[in-house]
């Protein structure tokens, strides 16, 4: 079941601009993150991480090059989704995030938006 939305993954070309912005001009701060090996930074209302930020390279291509990145919904019952994507033929990925108790399944919406559903508190599937 899906339970709200978690947060959105953009894509900056300067961490410290978009820093500026998010928490100098709309009030967010920067907070913890796990250890993701790409490099980031994630933004908080107060205790929740809405905003993610992924670095955006200059002539790159596809994903990388995008603004918005992602967006993700908290679910619970990761088995009944990776059943249902199954059974209609949805391609998905599943990992976990970092060294958390947090899943992700990752898939893409029939015009190319992608999609992370978020597990907390999930072992092993």
């Given at each position: 079941m899906l339970l709200s939305l978690g947060h959105v993954t953009v894509r900056s070309a300067d961490f410290e601009r978009t820093e500026r912005f998010y928490c100098g001009l709309l009030g967010m701060r920067v907070g913890p993150r796990p250890a993701i090996p790409l490099p980031g930074r994630w933004f908080y209302v107060g205790n929740e991480a809405v905003l993610h930020v992924l670095p955006r390279m200059d002539g790159a291509t596809g994903d990388a090059r995008a603004v918005i990145d992602h967006f993700a919904l908290n679910a619970d019952d990761l088995r009944a989704f990776e059943q249902r994507f199954e059974a209609a033929g949805q391609p998905f990925e599943c990992?976990?995030?970092?060294?958390?108790?947090?899943?992700q399944i990752f898939l893409t919406d029939p015009d190319g938006a992608r999609v992370e559903l978020s597990f907390t508190g999930v072992d092993a599937p």
């Open positions: 990992r976990r995030l970092g060294d958390s108790d947090t899943w």
